[in-house]
């Protein structure tokens, strides 16, 4: 399996961790390995993090994953971009961002990673769940939101 799962900085302490966000996780205290051409772009971010039009929360994160989706994943072939990660990276990859896991869909736990993992199982069938890996190398799956119904809806 290439991709093992998705975890948040905080809860990957071993394994093959790959950062997809800008800064490769350093202002979080990873250095490990990262692929910044899956971060979203820096407008994406701030007008995420400000919403200067005062959306609600759920049309805010619908409008980053409408966005996302066009910017990053839209024609994207999901095997090649595994295989580009195999490539560099190896197997039993953990995509890592920031944002801690949640059931719930908000803003505090909203993370693009989860948006890749979905994409990638709603197109592959390959199950990506979200992880915590302890120090001793125990794993435990979290539960998390399902972004699916949505990317569905902007495959169309």
């Not at 302490?13 to 997809?20: A, D, M, T, W, Y």
């Not at 250095?31 to 910044?36: D, I, M, V």
């Not at 993992?117 to 592959?124: C, Q, Y």
């Not at 990506?128 to 120090?135: D, G, R, V, W, Y």
Request: net charge negative.
């Amino acid at each position: 399996m290439i991709i093992r799962g998705t975890s948040c900085y905080s809860n990957a302490k071993q394994g093959n961790l790959v950062s997809i966000t800008g800064d490769g996780g350093n202002a979080w205290g990873f250095f490990g390995n990262a692929y910044k051409k899956m971060a979203p772009k820096l407008y994406l971010w701030e007008y995420y993090d400000q919403n200067p039009d005062n959306l609600t929360e759920e049309e805010l994160i619908n409008w980053y994953i409408e966005e996302f989706y066009n910017l990053r994943l839209k024609g994207l072939n999901p095997y090649d971009f595994m295989n580009i990660l195999k490539e560099r990276f190896g197997e039993e990859i953990i995509l890592l961002c920031h944002e801690l896991p949640g059931t719930v869909l908000d803003k505090e736990h909203f993370c693009h990673r989860r948006l890749v993992a979905d994409w990638i199982e709603l197109e592959t069938g390959i199950i990506i769940p979200e992880l915590s890996i302890k120090e001793d190398g125990t794993i435990i799956q979290e539960e998390t939101y399902d972004l699916k119904p949505k990317i569905k809806k902007l495959i169309k």
